[in-house]
């Protein structure tokens, strides 16, 4: 089945660990992108990556990095840097990088990560 | 910087009734989208609106949207308790080769017996 396979679903850190949230979709979509969200707010975007070997900061970028070395590959790495790391993650993609096509966005089932 | 607001943030509703969200934002687009979430759960699409004036429904969902006005509209007809859920309206801007979101707060919608 295609989709968009994020993992773990549940992680704990520990304060000063860096942790990577893995986010892969076998739906040939170009675009991907992180968001954040914490408990009763909206999404907010951390990175995206229009093609491979390319990718911007969102609107909240710091403390977190990301790569994208393969099209279907985007994990984020939640770093030390990040102070407030505890939210759900969701990982989402789209067919086409840019243009004018109003292709949907689709969602990974998210990751919950909490710091201890 | 777009910025896109939603209100109401907390809609409780009987059911059979109807009403509506509002999705405002800041800055000119021709794409809107709508999703829904449930709680602890990923979001679901629910429409992409691409021009001025697009209408779309789907069973008791009606989205719609004005880019001069840049507001658009989920209208939820005979509400029943299963639409409960937190409902997110999203403003695609597309700059150069990039596309992104910027998604409103959320509506939290509870329908009651």
């Known amino acids: 089945d295609g989709g968009i396979t994020q993992s773990p679903k549940y992680l704990f850190r520990k304060e000063g660990q860096n942790v990577t949230l893995s986010c892969e979709q076998n739906l040939n979509h170009d675009a991907m992108y992180w968001y954040r969200q914490d408990p009763g707010q909206g999404l907010r975007l951390i990175y995206y990556s229009q093609i491979v070997n390319d990718f911007q900061k969102g609107d909240i970028a710091e403390g977190y990095s990301v790569s994208r070395e393969k099209k279907e590959s985007f994990p984020l790495t939640v770093t030390s840097a990040q102070k407030n790391p505890t939210a759900f993650y969701l990982c989402?993609?789209?067919?086409?990088?840019?243009?004018?096509?109003?292709?949907?966005?689709?969602f990974g089932e998210g990751s919950w990560l909490t710091v201890v | 910087e777009l910025k896109v607001e939603q209100n109401p943030l907390f809609l409780s509703m009987q059911e059979g009734k109807n009403y509506t969200i509002y999705c405002n934002y800041s800055t000119t687009s021709d794409r809107l989208y709508w999703y829904r979430q449930d709680p602890g759960k990923s979001l679901e699409s629910l429409f992409v609106?691409?021009?001025?004036?697009a209408v779309k429904q789907e069973g008791r969902l009606m989205a719609s949207l004005d880019t001069k006005a840049r507001l658009s509209t989920l209208h939820i007809t005979a509400a029943v308790h299963d639409l409960s859920a937190t409902y997110f309206c999203a403003v695609g801007l597309v700059t150069g080769t990039a596309s992104k979101l910027t998604f409103g707060t959320g509506t939290r919608l509870q329908v009651t017996l």
């Open positions: 609106l691409l021009s001025n004036g």
């Open positions: 989402a993609s789209r067919p086409t990088a840019g243009g004018l096509s109003g292709n949907t966005i689709y």
